[in-house]
């Protein structure tokens, strides 16, 4: 068990699942920061845990699932930015983000609990980011099934705001785990 990789792990993780800086070209999309390689860092960081994820061991193959899926989204996105703007397609993605949000929510779990074994100073910042993040999730998948595909335009100030505390609470979230590694650090 090596906690401090864990938590390390787990920041750049959420940095990475949280974050996108879209680039637009030739009617295709890039993400430069693709939620695939957060989820595959959070499934990399599970086994670091310890007995603090003892119970929760289908977190870690979600993650790798996720990755999976969010990496198929990402070559869509790429090559055929048509297939995006697809019922179906945005579908998908809202179960992906529903399911994203589970995880997030039983993963703070495991934070919250390594924060009050450590006396963290992080300890009541990761509890409210848990239920802050989750808000964050249920607007977006809600904003979603509301902008139909080709519709965004009726709902641009909402997703936008949303958008814009989603940022600031992942910018938070990464802070306060890197906060919670170096605490575990000096510890052990």
Do not use: C
């Not at 695939?36 to 860092?41: A, D, E, S």
């Not at 934070?111 to 999730?137: C, H, M, P």
């Not at 998948?141 to 949303?162: C, K, R, S």
Request: charged share 10%; aromatic share 14%.
């Amino acid at each position: 068990m090596d906690i401090k990789k864990a938590l390390k792990l787990t920041a750049i993780g959420y940095l990475f699942t949280l974050v996108n800086f879209n680039l637009n070209f030739n009617g295709g999309t890039l993400n430069i920061m693709p939620e695939f390689i957060g989820w595959i860092l959070l499934f990399l960081a599970f086994d670091h845990y310890g007995d603090y994820g003892r119970g929760k061991q289908w977190l870690k193959w979600t993650a790798l699932v996720l990755a999976v899926v969010f990496a198929a989204f990402w070559v869509i996105n790429l090559m055929d930015s048509n297939m995006q703007n697809t019922t179906q397609f945005s579908t998908l993605k809202s179960a992906a983000s529903l399911a994203s949000a589970v995880y997030s929510f039983f993963m703070f779990d495991i934070l919250e609990t390594v924060a009050a074994d450590i006396s963290s100073s992080q300890t009541g910042r990761i509890s409210f980011l848990k239920y802050f993040n989750a808000g964050i999730y249920v607007v977006m998948i809600a904003l979603a099934f509301v902008a139909q595909p080709g519709n965004v335009q009726v709902i641009a100030w909402p997703i936008l705001i949303v958008g814009t505390a989603a940022l600031v609470a992942a910018i938070i979230t990464v802070i306060a785990l890197f906060r919670l590694s170096k605490e575990a650090g000096r510890l052990g």
